[in-house]
């Protein structure tokens, strides 16, 4: 059969939550029986979002296959509970980059390359070409950016094609826009997505729904408003309010009838809704909106302005927590405002410390690993955090002075963190860390193995440096042990104070393995061991 598509479309402004819905659409269709899957388009010049400031963009998103994803890849797969390859982030640079190499190669035949038809249709290739592969009963795209913009045109254009092209029973275009309420009597205004459909019909483009934003539930007036001036029955004006949990939104467009709408629109029948899915589907969203007394964790960095910047960290800390039936209450810390004051850890539980980059604030973490390791207060480091542990180790411990990362310090006395030896020669910045998922062996006698009980596991990484196992020796006679590793002892991917009551640092992220109803392993320990400190 062939593959139905689902085009997201954005209005008005960004942070609309294009994403959640899209990935909301998915799940239903998902509970639905239906095989789907998501692709992000992102109309940005860089190749992938390796490159970007977390702080601007959100957590960069790293897949099994080593792609520096866009963080909405991350919601698809939370909410679908299945792996995104990152072949379904799409920019820019890379339509560009193929379509300049095929001219390079001859492969034009004399033709003048042009945005229409060889971006466009390099474009409707790869769309196709997942649709295709993975066999997809219906394939939901989401355009990033919003409608107006320069840089989202040639993807916009080739996805009206496609309706053309497949027909208007194979593909429904949603527009996502806001109704926002401005005056005390809360009268919702339709203006902003009278005037964003407008914009998308200039382009070609009627849209088959709206989703639109709205902080309480779309009025029947105002929904009626918005019928009559963009051309789409009230039945296809869908109301996305703010609700307690984004994972409450499938429940919500549910409710509103999306899924016959979405049925009847591609002609398909024999759709089955089991209430089996919604039933175990259901039980998740209710354990993610535990309330009651909270394990306090610290999380300490320095990309901390921006919630988004570890959405992955915050989610798998939510999962885990659910999963022992408890609510979790974060809070961030700049470690660059800590002053020498590291007493305000003691009022948390626990603290963890996530990946990071660069010289900025990286005292500040040593001194955080340093105090946990001291007050025996339960620490969880992540890629950057693993290796700062390592350095607070190795000075406190050790007595290794100024030991340091060179990625910190280039000519560091102890340079217990250095570049990974296939790094010496690296001149490029993007796509050139170590990348997805790695093996790892667990050695047999640690809590490691307590918490995978398994003598093997697969982990995504994303790192530059690691553990420079000269000093491996000095650590293990200390009472450090390094519990996992990777490419035949070569590379430390876990270490653990035994004598400790929780620290822990691990190389690899887990936190992009964690899903609702699914907490990642070394998540759920951690949170455990916080509620009982
Ligand atoms: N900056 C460190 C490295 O490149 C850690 C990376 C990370 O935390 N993701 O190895």
């Known amino acids: 059969m ?31 029986d239906q095989k789907v899957s998501c692709v992000k388009i992102d109309p940005y010049l860089n190749f992938d979002a390796g490159t970007m400031n977390p702080i601007a963009h959100g957590e960069v998103f790293v897949t099994e296959d080593g792609g520096e994803c866009d963080m909405d890849i991350g919601s698809y797969e939370r ?38 038809p060889h971006i466009t249709d390099e474009i409707k290739n790869r769309i196709r070409a997942i649709a295709n592969d993975e066999k ?21 254009e080739a996805l009206r094609q496609i309706k053309v092209e497949d027909g208007s029973e194979n593909v429904i275009f949603v527009h996502v826009t806001l109704a926002p309420s401005l005056d005390v009597v809360g009268e919702q205004k339709t203006k902003p997505t009278q005037h964003s459909v407008q914009e998308l019909r200039r382009i070609g483009i009627q849209p088959d729904l709206l989703c639109v934003r709205c902080t309480t ?6 929904r009626q408003k918005i019928s009559m001036f963009t051309n789409v029955t009230t039945d296809d004006v869908f109301s996305c309010h703010d609700a307690k949990s984004i994972f409450m939104i499938p429940q919500m467009l549910y409710e509103q009838g999306l899924v016959d709408v979405i049925f009847k629109k591609f002609a398909r029948v024999g759709y089955v809704n089991t209430s089996k899915n919604w039933d175990s589907w259901n039980t998740i969203v209710n354990s993610l909106q535990k309330t009651g007394n909270p394990i306090k964790i610290a999380m300490v960095g320095k990309y901390v302005t921006l919630v988004d910047s570890y959405v992955s960290v915050n989610e798998a800390l939510k999962h885990a927590s659910a999963s022992i039936g408890r609510s979790v209450k974060i809070d961030w810390i700049d470690s660059e405002t800590f002053n020498g004051n590291l007493n305000k850890l003691d009022n948390f539980d626990g603290v963890l410390v996530p990946g990071g980059f660069g010289t900025r604030g990286s005292e500040g973490i040593i001194d955080t690993a340093t105090y946990t390791l001291e007050k025996n207060i339960p620490y969880l480091g992540i890629c950057f955090g693993f290796q700062l542990a390592a350095i607070a180790f190795g000075r406190k411990m050790c007595s290794l002075e100024n030991a340091n990362s060179t990625e910190i310090i280039a000519d560091t006395k102890n340079p217990i963190i250095d570049l990974l030896p296939e790094q010496k020669n690296e001149t490029d910045m993007g796509g050139s860390l170590r990348l997805g998922a790695n093996e790892i062996k667990i050695n047999q006698k640690s809590l490691a193995h307590k918490i995978y009980n398994s003598d093997k596991i697969s982990k995504r990484h994303r790192h530059r440096y690691e553990f420079n196992t000269k000093y491996r020796d000095e650590f293990l006679k200390k009472g450090m042990i390094f519990s996992g590793e990777s490419d035949d002892g070569k590379r430390m991917e876990i270490l653990e104070v035994p004598t400790h009551k929780f620290f822990l640092g691990v190389q690899f992220h887990p936190e992009f393995n964690s899903r609702p109803g699914f907490p990642e392993d070394v998540f759920k320990t951690f949170v455990t061991a916080a509620a009982q400190n």
Do not use: W
């Open 2 to 32: 062939q593959t139905k598509f689902i085009f997201v479309t954005g209005g008005v402004m960004s942070g609309l939550g294009k994403g959640v819905v899209s990935a909301s659409i998915s799940k239903l269709l998902q509970l639905s």
């Open 79 to 116: 909410y679908l509970n299945r792996d995104i390859p990152k072949s379904h982030n799409i920019t820019t640079a890379q339509i560009y980059s193929s379509v300049i190499d095929a001219e390079r190669k001859g492969k034009y035949l004399g033709a003048c390359v042009q945005i229409i």
């Open 136 to 156: 997809l009963d219906v394939l939901i795209v989401e355009c990033g950016g919003t409608v107006g913009d320069i840089e989202s045109l040639p993807f916009l």
């Open 217 to 222: 539930p779309l009025l029947d007036k105002t």
